[in-house]
């Protein structure tokens, strides 16, 4: 661009205000960046939900058990692939702020259902045969610093008199999709033995068959003292986020009045500069610039400028957020900063730029030299 | 000598346009701070009205919550008869409780909610003594009846007086609506606890907890002492307010820590806006400034007059913030408990001192965003300056 000098010299004219107006964008930014990740980890669990599962709870209320026996009767259901029964553990790591999911799994086929959570065949071999067997996901391990091997005690007042348990670390898991869950923790159904399952998970051959296999499974316990809420694990996931209150709204409106006092100041910001350059507008139309040229040169310098914001806030955002996430300690899922999230960030401070930019500038393209010239 | 105020209001509405910038960046910003606090303090508020000073709550020891503890009937026998609790008219003020979730659907969106369901004993009005019936009856011991909190009867489906619900195996007729000043038992359902164990496939000798109205709230310990040394029994012994506002911890934190981060950093974002704003002002005022100068008002004076109107301006912003959220006070939201897994309703609390915090953070702002422009404008040289003219 062969105007590009012009453009930079008039951006350096007042360092203090170019410094500023590029900080107002990066914070800005930084913001939005910061609240689509925390926006997103709520939301994970239904995206990354499998669209070939259905999770199968008590239809009186998801704390309530039912015979671990239904598992065979689901299992013969056409359609349906392979079925796994969870319990809630609900132990108490050290204190009780140390908080993570812990679940009593059936060893034969979590790992033909959760797929996507990898453990590596000699850790898993061992896990089976060890009752006191468990598997912790990569961020958990990480988050406590546990290695295979380690002695983990839990103290837990839900399967029988309150006592701490002791258990093995056999494995540790890994999710093969990215941002998902690795932070629960797995124990052998061999140790409790208690005859009742909290909820099942199922695989279906097909996504395709997933309304009717859950009227099937609904329908088939209908009347029985145990009767049973079958939903897709996207649904059910969904459920749980959404009584954790609007977080989505919340989130919503803090980003709106951010970006509304954004386009606020630097529109402000971009006003000012051009009115104090008036004169020198005009001396360029006068000397044969046109309109459109003028338009477009106000447009560029805030271009520039909520780009340069941007670029810097997004960096900031790359640095800053995993150690955010790493001192939440546990409280939120993990925080995740996706490709796609820091390019809406980028357009959104474009779009924002133009629109600063574009009412000072229309005002330039429509300055009549002869009056602009006379106030010099 | 100072530059009167008057000064500082003048010149304030002679540049008006970018002290609104300002002024907006930091009700934005203290807005937000405000919101956010006062959502904790609702979520925390409510579950800290729920339990009194006067009550105490025992549950198997080294239960952390209500849904993982287990008391049993012989239990419940020995803790009636326990020094230190009250008694009514028909004999000690004790009930054994059963703690339950069921799926009921919002009103506003339709979906389950995981609403908290408790088996009470039948004297627990005189237990929790501030809590009354303001619709319809208590329910009769022995018959399938519930009562539904104030806020359970607004935000869920069907649980209106004279509707039958279905829980567990049974239906039940909802007979009245209890005030429980505002507590998470606004949110409960409470029916008889010998039934409504059964309905779900439970022993009718078995409960979660087990709270006793205390003779005065000194005699917790001398309660404590006889349970914890019986070898009977195997109980925690807590204040019933303790209990409850540990209950209110891990939200409240996720609330605290996710809304000061926000609030930190928007208000650097406000603290550029403010500095932008009286940078401009400080070089369109060179003149100005110089003259003043030059007619005896020494540099103090100045950077004072000008940290004077940016606090001018960051208390309005602070002061607009502050009335703008003024309107979600007592507003009424629904969020999980994260500790028990049920769904409760809560209100935002925004208190006095809140708003009073909400404005030190607005001027603590303005002083950032004022003191280096002042002092810029104090140290232009008087002479350089009025040549401009």
Partial sequence: ?376 | MAIPVVYNLRSVKARWTSAIVAVLGIAGTVGVFVAMLSLARGFRATLVSSGSEDNAMIMRAGATSEMTGGVGIDTVKIVQDAPGIARGAEGPLVTAEVVMVAPIPLISTGTDANVQLRGVSKNVLEIRNKFKIIRGRMFQPGLAEVVVGKNANIEYSGLTVGNTISLGSVRWNVVGVFDAGGSAFDSEIWGDAHLLGPAYNRPDTFFQSVTAHLTSPNSLQQLRDSLTTDPRLNVDVSREIDYYSKQSTRLTKLITVLGGLVAGIMAIGAVFGALNTMYSAVSERGREIATMRALGFGGPAVVFSFVIEALLISFVGGLIGCIAVLPLNGLTTGAMNLQTFSHMAFAFKITTELLIKGIIFALFMGVLGGLFPAIRAASLPISTALREL
């Fill in chain 1, 1 to 376: 661009m062969k105007y590009s000098r012009l453009i930079f010299a008039n951006l350096f004219r007042k360092k203090a205000r170019l410094i500023l107006t590029i900080g107002s964008f990066a914070v800005a930014l930084f913001l939005f960046t910061f609240l689509a990740v925390v926006k997103g980890a709520f939301s994970r669990g239904t995206e990354l939900a499998g669209a070939d599962r259905l999770v199968v709870i008590n239809r009186v209320g998801l704390i309530n058990s039912m015979p671990v026996s239904y598992g065979d009767k689901i299992r013969s259901i056409p359609g349906v692939k392979v079925v796994t029964h969870n319990n809630w553990f609900g132990g108490v790591y050290q204190d009780e702020k140390n908080f993570f999911p812990q679940f009593v799994i059936d060893p034969d086929n979590q790992r033909q259902v959760m797929a996507e959570m990898k453990v590596p065949d000699d850790q898993w071999k061992n896990f089976v045969s060890d009752r006191q067997g468990a598997i912790a996901g990569r961020n958990l391990a990480k988050r406590f610093g546990w290695k295979v091997g380690d002695r983990i005690p839990l103290k837990n007042a839900l399967y029988g008199p309150t006592r701490t348990w002791e258990f093995n670390l056999d494995g540790i898991f890994t999710n093969d999709k990215e941002g998902g869950d690795e932070s629960q923790f797995w124990l052998q159904w061999s140790y409790f033995m208690k005859g009742q399952a909290g909820w099942w998970v199922l695989k279906l051959d097909s996504p395709d068959d997933a309304v009717r296999v859950a009227k099937t499974i609904d329908d088939g316990f209908a009347n029985s003292s145990y009767e049973t809420k079958t939903e897709t694990e996207s649904a059910f996931q969904a459920g749980f986020a959404k009584q954790l209150g609007n977080i989505q709204l919340l989130i919503m409106t803090i980003g709106s009045v951010v970006f509304f006092t954004l386009l606020l100041v630097t529109g402000n910001t971009m006003a000012i500069s051009i009115r104090e350059r008036t004169s020198e507008l005009a001396v360029l139309k006068a000397i044969g610039f046109t309109d459109r040229f003028v338009l477009f040169f106000v447009l560029g310098e805030s271009l520039v400028i909520a780009l340069i914001g941007g670029l810097i806030g997004l960096g900031l955002a790359i640095i800053a957020i995993p150690v955010v996430g790493a001192n939440l300690n546990g409280l939120l899922p993990p925080l995740l900063l996706s490709a796609a999230t820091l390019s809406v960030g980028l357009v959104f401070a474009v779009l924002v730029g133009a629109a600063s930019g574009l009412l000072p500038g229309l005002g330039a393209m429509r300055l009549r030299v002869v009056d602009a010239l006379r106030r010099v």
